[in-house]
């Protein structure tokens, strides 16, 4: 497509519940980015892949968050027991390569998905 | 990645020229200077990256300090569609470090 595509754009569920987030990058981008933004805040670094593997996943806050990239392409963000401080919207975002002189890359984010726990 | 600062809000007019400024003193030689925009209910979007020459293209202008510590994004003629949280980040040239979003400035422009 056109753009970063994130689904779904909203979801709302229950504290303790299981919860997956999609991202489909742009094709061709070989890195992908998460972010999560709570209200008023600047979006906050989770985690990036450069093709298949994490290549950094640090901003994981702590093991209930988990995120695959299987084939290079389209990655899922999993939350496991969901806490109402996982509310915040989350962001997707791609871009070429990174590493080897890419620090002038663009990164190209989706709307995002709105996480909501009840 | 070095720090910025960045004032919280700023106040335009619209079709007035915005100047947006952000301080960065402890730039280092490899880092690139980007500023990415998000407009309410969307994610950020690239506006403008430069390393140590003046830019221009079709959304802005980055000025950059003579001695990098700082710079400053120009719109040119500021529209309501500008309104939104200008964000002010560096990175490094290797590109392996991700970008380090702060609070950026919000700006509101006014008819």
């Known amino acids: 497509g056109a753009g970063v595509s994130q689904t779904p754009s909203n979801k709302v569920t229950e504290k303790g519940k299981y919860v997956e987030l999609r991202c489909d990058p742009i094709?061709?981008?070989?890195?992908l980015y998460w972010y999560r933004q709570s209200l008023g805040q600047g979006p906050e670094f989770l985690i990036y892949?450069?093709?298949?593997?994490?290549?950094?996943d640090s901003g994981l806050p702590n093991d209930r968050f988990f995120a695959v990239r299987p084939e290079g392409s389209v990655s899922t963000l999993k939350i496991q027991r969901t806490e109402r401080g996982d509310s915040a919207v989350y962001l997707c975002?791609?871009?070429?390569?990174?590493?080897?002189?890419?620090?002038?890359?663009?990164?190209?984010f989706g709307a995002g998905s709105r996480l909501t726990v009840l | 990645d070095a720090k910025t600062t960045q004032p919280n809000s700023m106040e335009s007019n619209e079709e007035e020229p915005v100047h947006l400024p952000c301080n960065h003193s402890?730039?280092?030689?490899?880092?690139?200077i980007h500023w990415y925009r998000q407009l309410p209910s969307q994610g950020p979007e690239y506006v403008i990256h430069?390393?140590?020459s003046n830019v221009n293209n079709r959304m802005a202008s980055l000025a950059i300090a003579e001695d990098r510590k700082s710079s400053t994004l120009i719109l040119h003629r500021a529209t309501l569609r500008d309104a939104a949280v200008y964000y002010c980040?560096?990175?490094?040239?290797?590109?392996?470090?991700?970008?380090?979003f702060g609070k950026g400035t919000m700006l509101l422009v006014s008819p």
């Open positions: 430069g390393l140590t």
């Open positions: 402890t730039i280092s030689g490899t880092d690139y």
């Open positions: 892949f450069q093709g298949t593997g994490a290549a950094d």
């Open positions: 980040i560096l990175r490094d040239r290797s590109g392996y470090s991700t970008l380090t």
């Open positions: 094709s061709g981008h070989t890195a």
């Open positions: 975002a791609s871009s070429f390569r990174t590493g080897s002189s890419s620090g002038a890359n663009v990164l190209t």
